[in-house]
T-cell receptor, first 113, second 114 residues
Framework: TQLLEQSPQFLSIQEGENLTVYCNSSSVFSSLQWYRQEPGEGPVLLVTVVTGGEVKKLKRLTFQFGDARKDSSLHITAAQPGDTGLYLCAGAGVNTGFQKLVFGTGTRLLVSP | EAQVTQNPRYLITVTGKKLTVTCSQNMNHEYMSWYRQDPGLGLRQIYYSMNVEVTDKGDVPEGYKVSRKEKRNFPLILESPSPNQTSLYFC?????????????FGPGTRLTVT
């Protein structure tokens, strides 16, 4: 079974700080996605990365897919209270395909004003 | 508005009493999936469907059934619920042509089995 481990599990920071969330596995993934989930709602897709070494930017969020496609990171610059939420990475296995996503355990982020 | 809807949003039931959680999407998506979310375990896939009448097991299918008789609906059936099925359940859908699948999630159903 493919596993995705996220770190840290919890992160509490002040507005304006920078942070990085990591998503690691011993398995290779064909693609990696990042979702954000707010209380009482379902996850919402932020980004998809498919190429080893790929970097994508979404305003203050920077996503990177590891060269070996086993890990990914999410960096937030100048965090804002609106960034508060549960961040989930999800990978599509090389052998299992896009229909069977494996989700990480999540990183809960709290940004205080 | 494009959306995935789930009903009910909250449900408290007793062990052994059959229940169905409905999921419906209005985006003409071929792919639909059910997940459960538990603290410390993340989202785990229960069942998925690639199209009408095509369903397959995810990672944690035991105790659950699904059906896909219509493209828009994908109900999750618990024929004899047990307390270990207390969880937060999410339905998701995606176009199969959008690879990797860009899944749209419903708002969730919080189930408690006593």
């Amino acid at each position: 079974t493919q596993l995705l481990e996220q770190s840290p599990q919890f992160l509490s920071i002040q507005e304006g700080e920078n942070l990085t969330v990591y998503c690691n596995s011993s398995s290779v993934f064909s693609s990696l996605q990042w979702y954000r989930q707010e209380p009482g709602e379902g996850p919402v897709l932020l980004v998809t990365v498919v190429t080893g070494g790929e970097v994508k930017k979404l305003k203050r969020l920077t996503f990177q897919f590891g060269d070996a496609r086993k890990d990914s990171s999410l960096h937030i610059t100048a965090a804002q209270p609106g960034d508060t939420g549960l961040y989930l990475c999800a990978g599509a296995g090389v052998n299992t395909g896009f229909q069977k996503l494996v989700f990480g355990t999540g990183t809960r982020l709290l940004v205080s004003p | 508005e494009a959306q995935v809807t789930q009903n009910p949003r909250y449900l408290i039931t007793v062990t052994g009493k059959k229940l169905t959680v409905t999921c419906s999407q209005n985006m003409n998506h071929e792919y639909m999936s059910w997940y459960r979310q538990d603290p410390g375990l993340g989202l785990r896939q229960i069942y998925y469907s690639m199209n009408v009448e095509v369903t397959d097991k995810g990672d944690v299918p035991e105790g659950y059934k699904v059906s896909r008789k219509e493209k828009r609906n994908f109900p999750l059936i618990l024929e004899s619920p047990s307390p270990n099925q207390t969880s937060l359940y999410f339905c998701a859908s995606s176009l199969r042509t959008s690879t990797p699948y860009e899944q749209y999630f419903g708002p969730g159903t919080r189930l408690t089995v006593t």
